[in-house]
């Protein structure tokens, strides 16, 4: 029996496969007015606890552009949440179509799907990670200043799903990440090679290729205090000391004036725009990875 091409985080798949699904991902960036239609007869169900604009647009359109189908189901309204089991509604998802995109908080039970899953099961973001984002940010990286290999990235403010991801990407790409964080955020078992932790935002700031950073609330954590997030903030002052060529990266929903200032979004370094675009692009590229025991090739 073939392995199941699940895409679960960037540390359960192989370096080589995940460079590849990034090529392709240019591949497909570049034929996209001409789009292949390698998904014809496929369908993907997206499953959400949590609410999305780019995660579900994307994939829904990734799917459909390629010749694909989508459903698109709220957790909630699931009986998961009721008695049915994670196992019993992975084994019966698995009858109706041919992937599975989850939003889950729960990093644990989206795992414990993926065990009982007979089709591939992608990440659509869990309270531990995000890997398709970081797919789609590398790729942004890739297009905007090239390779990412030996590049620093900077990362400011909370130490979230993301910013844990970026950690598992960089002894993939072989980039530096720096991470400044309030104290208590600082993970020092977490320093290797490739990642340093710093409370000084001026350090990670200096001569940096890429400035990136995300919500100081992620969904799920409203009513947290911000101020201690203040001196991260990403604004000019931050954007001076980095490369000249330094583009700024941020996942979005964007707080404006908390996590990054106005003046950051209206400059030529602000490529979020593009970042979510390539969401797009990296999904049809996982999408063709995931679903290549049913046929699918990117060639
Ligand atoms: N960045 C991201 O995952 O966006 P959504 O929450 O809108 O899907």
């Given amino acids: 029996m073939k392995q199941i091409n699940h895409f679960l985080s960037l540390e359960s798949i192989e370096p080589q496969v995940l460079k590849s699904i990034l090529k392709n991902a240019h591949a497909l960036k570049k034929n996209k007015f001409n789009p292949s239609q390698i998904f014809a007869g496929l369908s993907l169900a997206m499953v959400f606890d949590k609410r999305s604009t780019r995660t579900r647009m994307s994939f829904e359109t990734a799917m459909k552009q390629l010749g694909g189908h989508t459903l698109v189901m709220n957790m909630e309204e699931m009986q998961i949440t009721g008695a049915e089991s994670v196992k019993d509604t992975a084994n019966v998802v ?18 414990e799907f993926a065990s009982h899953a007979k089709i591939p099961v992608i990440n659509g973001m869990t309270n531990e990670s995000h890997p398709c984002q970081i797919m789609a940010d590398l790729m942004t990286i890739e297009e905007k200043i090239g390779d990412v290999q030996g590049r620093k990235i900077a990362w400011f403010g909370d130490y979230n799903n993301v ?137």
């Fill in 94 to 111: 698995s009858r109706y179509v041919d992937a599975v995109m989850i939003r889950m908080s729960d990093d644990a039970i989206f795992r």
């Fill in 163 to 299: 910013t844990k991801t970026f950690e598992q990407a960089a002894p993939i790409w072989e980039f530096d990440l720096v991470i400044a964080c309030p104290p208590d955020l600082i993970q020092p078992a977490r320093n290797t090679k490739n990642i340093t932790f710093t409370t000084d935002p001026m350090v990670a700031a200096q001569d940096a290729d890429v400035i990136v950073t995300d919500t100081w609330v992620s969904m799920g954590q409203e009513g947290k205090t911000i101020d201690k997030f203040m001196p991260y903030q990403v604004n000019a002052q931050i954007m001076a000391a980095a490369q000249p060529h330094a583009i700024f990266m941020h996942c979005m929903p964007v707080h404006k004036n908390e996590e990054v200032a106005q003046e950051v979004l209206d400059s030529p370094a602000c490529v979020i725009y593009d970042e979510a675009e390539n969401r797009l692009h990296a999904q049809k590229a996982i999408l063709a990875w995931c679903l290549e025991n049913a046929g699918v090739s990117v060639k």
